[in-house]
């Protein structure tokens, strides 16, 4: 029996597909409370307790190129259904774990959901009108960061008051309930894309991304000169090489290199990477200064709680103001957007130097920075958009998603050694010092301004036809129902 599914208000539409982004990014920032205790709760060592932080990192860097391939080929909405079955699933595995292993399966699993973002921004190309499609991008890039600015204290709150498995089955309660909207109130979409999947390039995109990301996340704790980091550092790229040879060559790609090849996505691409970094520098930075004992002098001695609270408005602002980029890019174009967007968030790395005083100057910076954030991720879909054919939208989408999340490596591997070897000693605790905090945040200032360099280059504005109407004459190929593939 086919899926019926009835037409639905556009407001709907964006409605579920802000709430998938909320799930979906809110996994990224649901253990971070839990670091401290995960080698008691699991009996592991500090060291391999950090893998349930990475091995998300890592299955989402992997997955998201892959669900956005497949969703031009079988249809965003279908894909998103899929995605939100790795949510559900990793998050009970996670519930249930007694010791690492499960709990590093099951958030690997959560990790495949993160493809719904990238799709969800994709699909609205499919189901909105023109008029209504950069006001709805918007939104849905700031779910991003209203999804993992609320992650913290909802998670402290838990660590502190409950057992820390009511977290993961809360998970998995929010994400079985987007799969339900999802499948009730989003309309099928059509398969835009024809030909194959590319195994072979989804196998080699994989192995260069986890050799990369596992060398520069790791690299600190195995030591930036050990043969396992130079071997995976090294040898990465050349994977990656050669996998650009393959796609360069297949019939039906994983990735369309050509396509991002054009000036415009590639521009983007590549401020998209240095926002990545840009943007998790103060994510790293920020809430160690909120929690470091007073007693440093400039450490501000807040609890796990207490720091996820002041920066959760960060993420309100970002999305109450979504909005006004949307209004920036419909008047002067998303290329704009981005350039302001980049120097807002310059302004708010700027603006620590006179207030990392207090937790109110902290959460005054936190605020501008995600103010830029949200203009600047509401501005870049737009303008990959605007340059790719609707059978690549998904696909392009989730290579420049991919893009943030190696910037973000970097910035974490980056800031880590800032922090390292600047320190002081407190009590016998080495812990990094005041004028570690202030290089990091000054390293952010510097590559957001690069940032809205690369941005300027990009060219002018697209047209209307960019990202409202097909961009190829391929006619779309309709969506099976759900219902056929069981």
């Known amino acids: 029996m086919a899926s019926t599914t009835p037409p639905t208000r556009p407001g709907v539409i964006v409605?579920?597909?802000?709430?998938?982004?909320?799930?979906?990014?809110?996994?990224?920032?649901?253990?971070?409370?839990?670091?401290?205790?995960?080698?008691?709760?699991?009996d592991t060592t500090p060291a391999d307790a950090t893998w349930a932080v990475?091995?998300?990192?890592?299955?989402?860097a992997v997955a998201t190129?892959?669900?956005?391939?497949?969703?031009?080929?079988?249809?965003?909405?279908?894909m998103l259904l899929v995605c939100a079955a790795p949510l559900i699933t990793g998050s009970v595995v996670c519930a249930l774990a007694g010791s690492l292993l499960p709990m590093i399966v099951g958030r690997a699993l959560q990790g495949i959901g993160a493809g719904m973002v990238p799709l969800g921004?994709?699909?609205?190309?499919?189901?909105?009108?023109?008029?209504?499609?950069g006001s709805a991008i918007a939104l849905i890039s700031a779910s991003m960061g209203i999804g993992g600015a609320l992650g913290l204290p909802i998670s402290a709150a838990v660590a502190e008051n409950a057992d820390w498995r009511v977290l993961f089955w809360g998970a998995a309660a929010l994400s079985t309930l987007v799969a339900a909207l999802i499948w009730l109130k989003l309309p099928a979409t059509p398969a835009r894309a024809v030909g194959g999947f590319d195994v072979v390039g989804a196998i080699g995109l994989g192995v260069g991304l986890v050799g990369l990301l596992l060398g520069v996340s790791k690299g600190a704790v195995w030591g930036w000169g050990s043969p396992a980091t130079v071997g995976l550092l090294v040898a990465s790229p050349v994977v990656l090489l050669v996998w650009g040879r393959w796609e360069l060559r297949t019939k039906d790609p994983l990735v369309n290199l050509r396509v991002t090849a054009r000036r415009q996505v590639l521009l983007t691409n590549l401020a998209s990477v240095v926002l990545g970094f840009s943007m998790y520098a103060q994510?790293?930075?920020?809430?160690?200064?909120?929690?470091?004992?007073?007693a440093t002098g400039f450490g501000l001695g807040q609890s796990m709680l207490a720091m996820g609270l002041w920066m959760a408005p960060s993420g309100l602002?970002?999305?109450?103001?979504?909005?006004?980029?949307?209004?920036?890019?419909?008047?002067?174009?998303?290329?704009?957007?981005?350039?302001?967007?980049?120097?807002?968030?310059?302004?708010?790395?700027?603006?620590?130097?006179?207030?990392?005083g207090s937790t109110w100057g902290v959460m005054t910076v936190t605020c501008i920075c995600n103010v830029g954030l949200g203009l600047a991720y509401g501005a870049m879909p737009a303008l990959i958009m605007g340059a790719v054919p609707e059978s690549e939208t998904g696909s392009a989408n989730?290579?420049?998603?991919?893009?943030?999340?190696?910037?973000?490596?970097?910035s974490a591997a980056v800031v880590g050694v800032v922090l390292s070897q600047m320190t002081i000693d407190l009590g016998g605790r080495t812990l990094p010092s005041e004028s570690a905090f202030r290089t990091g945040m000054m390293i952010g200032c510097v590559v957001a301004i690069v940032a809205a360099a690369i941005a300027a280059t990009i060219p002018g504005r697209p047209s209307e036809r960019g990202i409202g109407k097909p961009a190829d004459d391929q006619p779309p190929v309709t969506e099976p129902p759900v219902a056929s593939l069981t």
Do not use: C, W
């Open 398 to 410: 989730s290579f420049n998603t991919l893009m943030r999340s190696i910037g973000t490596s970097v």
């Open 317 to 356: 602002m970002m999305m109450a103001l979504s909005p006004l980029g949307a209004k920036l890019s419909a008047a002067r174009g998303p290329k704009v957007t981005l350039v302001v967007g980049s120097l807002v968030m310059a302004l708010g790395y700027g603006s620590s130097i006179a207030l990392l």
């Open 54 to 60: 990475t091995v998300t990192l890592l299955a989402a």
């Open 121 to 133: 921004i994709s699909v609205l190309r499919d189901l909105l009108p023109p008029e209504r499609l």
């Open 15 to 42: 409605g579920v597909l802000a709430l998938a982004g909320i799930a979906a990014s809110l996994m990224q920032t649901l253990v971070v409370p839990l670091i401290g205790q995960l080698p008691q709760l699991l």
């Open 283 to 294: 994510a790293l930075i920020l809430p160690q200064l909120l929690q470091l004992p007073s």
């Open 65 to 78: 190129p892959v669900t956005g391939r497949l969703g031009d080929l079988y249809g965003k909405r279908r």
